[in-house]
């Protein structure tokens, strides 16, 4: 399949971004808080896939604590940018659209960083379709994102209209916070862990079409 063009792509974005974050990991500065709160939902050694991964600080963080990590990240610079500043991070420049299930399994997708307010237009259930198909036995998605005070050229995705995509492609809230040090949930921010939807038998049933 040829993915769409992103909003993220529409927007030119990735200059600004990369380098920004480039910046923060050269001057030392914390970027790992996403990759922390990942860590505590996986056993030691666990099979990541960082999709939407930018310029790799989430993949980089988890490879040093020791997890299998596969980056995804379809914008040809950040590639780069992530290749320039991690060496030898494992990255391929993939849409999250393109994934298949001989992709997986995944113990956890990390889906974080507002990846889900850039996908092309209307690619939402889409996109956490992919993700679920190739999430192993009990895998789960991390995704966080702005609810308010948006980036700009960002989609304006309210957490009801998340949490009925997310229904429609088979998923389930396990968890609803407002950080990813797990402050309550708010209106400002929304950090989800999904899992899959489970039928009354307790079979893990495959996603739904809309
Ligand atoms: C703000 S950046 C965040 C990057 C990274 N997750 C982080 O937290 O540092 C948003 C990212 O979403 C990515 N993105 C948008 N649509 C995508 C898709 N369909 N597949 C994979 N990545 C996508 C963009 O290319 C961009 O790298």
Redesign the pocket.
């Known amino acids: 399949m040829t993915?769409?063009r992103?909003?993220?792509?529409e927007a030119g974005?990735?200059g600004n971004?990369g380098k920004r974050?480039a910046e923060l990991v050269s001057a030392g500065e914390d970027?790992d808080g996403?990759a922390r709160l990942a860590d505590t939902l996986l056993p030691r050694g666990a099979r990541v896939l960082?999709?939407?991964?930018?310029?790799?600080?989430?993949t980089a963080a988890l490879l040093r604590r020791g997890h299998d990590v596969v980056a995804?990240?379809?914008?040809e610079a950040?590639v780069r940018q992530a290749r320039e500043t991690y060496p030898g991070l494992p990255i391929e420049g993939?849409?999250?659209?393109?994934l298949g299930p001989d992709d997986g399994p995944f113990d956890l997708v990390?889906?974080?960083?507002?990846?889900m307010?850039?996908?092309?237009e209307g690619?939402e259930r889409e996109?956490l379709r992919a993700m679920r198909a190739v999430l192993g036995e009990n895998g789960r998605i991390l995704v966080g994102f702005h609810l308010q005070d948006r980036?700009p050229h960002a989609h304006a995705y309210t957490a009801a209209e998340f949490e009925a995509d997310l229904t429609a492609a088979g998923l389930r809230v396990a968890l609803r916070a407002g950080t990813y040090q797990l402050h309550p949930a708010n209106e400002v921010y929304g950090v989800w862990v999904l899992d899959c939807a489970q039928d009354e038998a307790g079979r893990q049933p495959p996603a739904r079409r809309p």
Do not use: H, K
């Open positions: 993915a769409r992103t909003r993220w792509q974005n990735s971004y974050f970027v996403e960082d999709a939407g991964a930018g310029m790799g600080r989430v995804i990240e379809p914008d950040l993939r849409d999250i659209l393109d990390v889906c974080v960083g507002n990846v307010l850039y996908l092309a690619t996109a980036p």
